[in-house]
């Protein structure tokens, strides 16, 4: 079982900035795609960013140019770097893994979400 922990989440005055950490745990082969979401009252969980394994990047047109995602995979760890924030980058973030385990059964496909953090960008 892949246990995901976030972190770095909070409140910050818009311009301001604040970094996610996504830190994955458990039996892991390998992690392919790292993706965070969000989520704000009201509205459907979106993508704001995401790296596959080989360092390519997507985001979303909202974000391009303030946030940056990257990845340790050492660590098995995915950030997210948020600059320049504004009020409506406020939400829940939700970091997303993909890939492979090691269970007693041999090597299993995983997908896991973390528990979500709030980011809030108020004056």
């Known amino acids: 079982q892949v246990q995901l922990v976030e972190s770095g989440g909070g ?38 960013a995401a790296i596959t394994s080989g360092g390519t990047t997507t985001y979303a047109d909202s974000v391009k140019g303030r946030f940056t995602i990257s990845r340790d995979n050492a660590e098995n760890t995915a950030y997210l770097q948020m600059n320049s924030l504004k009020p409506e980058d406020t939400a829940v973030y939700y970091c997303n893994l993909e890939g492979l385990t090691l269970q007693v059964m041999g090597v299993r496909a995983f997908a896991s979400w973390g528990q979500g953090i709030q980011v809030t960008v108020s004056s």
């Not at 900035?17 to 979106?46: F, H, K, V």
């Open 11 to 48: 409140l910050v005055q818009p311009g301001g900035s604040l970094r996610l950490s996504c830190a994955a745990s458990g039996s892991i082969l390998s992690i392919n795609t790292m993706d965070w979401y969000r989520q704000a009252p009201g509205q459907q969980r979106e993508l704001v």
